[in-house]
């Protein structure tokens, strides 16, 4: 079952055909990193109307 590094890397290039080519690897990065910032654009604004909220109900609370 031992497998030497050759063997191993002609069997990632069978799977992952794209990884030949170094621009989609730069593509994959850019569409994580979009991901990334989308993603924590939401969770801001998600937060800050829980915050908002939460501290409107303080608010009404308190007086």
Known sequence: ME???SQLSDDLQKVF???E????????FI???VAFIVAKK????WSDDV???HFKNKKTNVS
């Open 17 to 19: 055909p794209i990884l």
């Open 3 to 5: 497998m030497n590094s």
């Open 51 to 53: 915050y908002d909220e």
């Open 31 to 33: 569409i994580i990193g």
């Open 42 to 45: 939401i969770l801001e604004k």
């Open 21 to 28: 080519n170094p621009l989609w690897i730069v593509a994959i």
